[in-house]
Each structure stands twice: as structure tokens, then as C-alpha cells.
């Protein structure tokens, strides 16, 4: 069956009244692990994640305070059922990104990323990488949804889904 992970990046929580959507939480709660790629924004909302069950790794992003910048790392390999899937905030500009992450992560099977709040998944098979950005559950900015992703992980390798919270 392999691990499945939900994968949420650009939540800036807590903000006013937003919070994530229940449909969120719920593939949060039944996942295998939980991947955040940055810009939580404060360390009461790791703690939140962290209290869902899963296991939780993320990593910081550019508007996160202190305490969770010193909390987490800005870049972090992990390993799932034999796949390294590197996690990092900002993948940098879109022209040349997968050979730029790809020489930032080497021994990468897929990279996961935030920042744009866009959605994207692609794909190079020349350079034996996929990249995700899950866009935002609650902050979509100019992407026409707010989203998040999943992630199946065995021995066939890694598939992403995205999954649209909606408008």
C-alpha cells in the first residue's frame, strides 16, 4: 500500500479568523506523515499540526517568526519506504527550476516547495526528478483555488495528487 503523506505549504496561521478547511484536516488526520513547506508563520500553529497525530515535517519559510525559524530547518532531506524527498520553501524562479533543485538535491526523488501559493507538479524524467507545490489551503493569492496535496510513497516511487479545497 506504501505511506501516504498530505502535503500543505503557505497556511500563515494563525491570521484573523482563518483557519484551515475541514476538508484540510481531515487527509491531514489520516495521513501517514504530514509535509508543511513553509511559511506557517507561528510556532502555536506547528504545535496544532503536531497535535493531529501524523508526524510532521516541515520546514521554515520566508515570513515565519523567530521561534519557528529556530524550530525548523530551512531545507531538510526525509526518507519514505526508500524515497528521499527533499522539502524546501521558495523553489526559486520557474525558468530552470527543476535542474536548479535538482542540483540543490542531487539524491532527491521529488522536491516539494512553497511560496507562490500556485499549484504546480512537473516532471523531468532526463533528470530523474519531480517537483510539488501543494499552493495554499487558505491563502490562495492567483491561484483560482486554495489546495493542498497528497503524496503516495512505495516502491514504485512517488505520486502526487493535488486536491482542490476549493474557491
Known sequence: ?????????DTHLPRGTRQLPE????RLRAADRILHAGDLVALSFLEELRSLGPPVDAVYGN?????????????RMIVVDGRRIAMV??????RGRLERLRRRFP??????FGHSHIPL????????????????PTDRRRSPIHAMGEATVDADGVRFMLVDLGA
Open 121 to 136: 507538479h512537473e516532471s523531468d524524467e532526463a533528470l530523474g526528478l519531480q517537483i510539488f507545490n501543494p499552493g495554499s
Open 23 to 26: 476538508a484540510c484536516l481531515s
Open 89 to 94: 520553501h521558495d523553489g526559486g524562479p520557474s
Open 63 to 75: 515570513i515565519d517568526e523567530p521561534a519557528v525559524r529556530a524550530a525548523l530547518p530551512s531545507a
Open 1 to 9: 500500500m506504501g505511506a501516504r503523506l498530505a502535503i500543505i505549504s
Open 107 to 112: 539524491d532527491a526523488d521529488a522536491v516539494v
